[in-house]
């Protein structure tokens, strides 16, 4: 019998009580068996402003498979999320001599103001989600974390009781595939 992975979700949300959005997708996540939901805005601001690198990094040691959910800001992460990858993702640890994250499944679950059309070559912002996410697809090739596609949610301005819900659910099975 093989052991189930340990997931861990690290949400970075500037005000994650104000999101009906975010907020529902973490409580969906903390309900899944296996799944561990990590706030990395509070840990930052535990910490003076930076993360404890070595806290961190023995939490993802800990877990088999990151999901990074966060609201899709001027076409990126929010900077905490950048802040961690800068600060926890060291050399000689996650790449260059280490190989920390190595195989592990990294995923991205977004959340977006617009439309999912809005995100084509011939929508209103030019590029596709993936083409948009080619940082973060490249950070996972460097540390050789295996890529999956993102989750995303799209036009949450307008996403009905009965959408949000149906949105946690798949939420949910997608960690849940993992979790095996």
Same mark, same amino acid.
């Given at each position: 019998?093989?052991? /189930?992975?340990?997931?861990?979700?690290?949400?970075?949300? /500037?005000?994650?009580?104000?999101?009906?959005?975010?907020?529902?997708?973490? #409580?969906?996540?903390?309900?899944?068996?296996?799944?561990?939901?990590?706030?990395? @805005?509070?840990?930052?601001?535990?910490?003076?402003?930076?993360?404890?690198?070595?806290? $961190?990094?023995?939490?993802?040691?800990?877990? @088999?498979?990151?999901?990074?959910?966060? /609201?899709?800001?001027?076409?990126?992460?929010?900077?905490?999320?950048?802040?961690?990858? @800068? $600060?926890?993702?060291?050399?000689?640890?996650?790449?260059?001599?280490?190989?920390?994250?190595?195989?592990?499944?990294?995923?991205?679950?977004?959340? #977006?103001?617009?439309?999912?059309?809005?995100?084509?070559?011939?929508?209103?912002?030019?590029?596709?989600?993936?083409?948009?996410?080619? /940082?973060?697809?490249?950070?996972?090739?460097?540390?050789?974390?295996?890529?999956?596609?993102?989750?995303?949610?799209?036009?949450?301005?307008?996403?009905?009781?009965? $959408?949000?819900? @149906?949105?946690?659910?798949?939420?949910?099975?997608?960690?849940?595939?993992?979790?095996?």
């Amino acid at each position: 019998m093989t052991t /189930p992975n340990r997931v861990l979700v690290l949400v970075s949300h /500037p005000n994650l009580e104000d999101s009906r959005i975010n907020d529902a997708l973490a #409580t969906a996540a903390g309900n899944v068996d296996g799944v561990t939901v990590r706030h990395i @805005d509070s840990a930052l601001r535990d910490n003076n402003g930076h993360f404890d690198v070595q806290v $961190e990094q023995a939490i993802v040691d800990a877990h @088999d498979v990151l999901v990074f959910q966060f /609201p899709w800001y001027w076409y990126s992460a929010p900077a905490v999320v950048k802040q961690y990858l @800068d $600060e926890i993702l060291t050399r000689g640890w996650a790449y260059v001599g280490g190989s920390a994250l190595e195989g592990k499944p990294v995923i991205f679950a977004i959340t #977006t103001g617009g439309i999912a059309d809005a995100y084509r070559a011939d929508g209103q912002n030019k590029f596709t989600m993936n083409e948009l996410l080619a /940082p973060y697809i490249a950070t996972a090739n460097m540390t050789k974390m295996v890529w999956n596609e993102p989750f995303v949610v799209h036009g949450v301005r307008n996403l009905s009781d009965q $959408e949000l819900s @149906d949105a946690a659910l798949a939420y949910q099975e997608l960690l849940t595939s993992f979790v095996g």
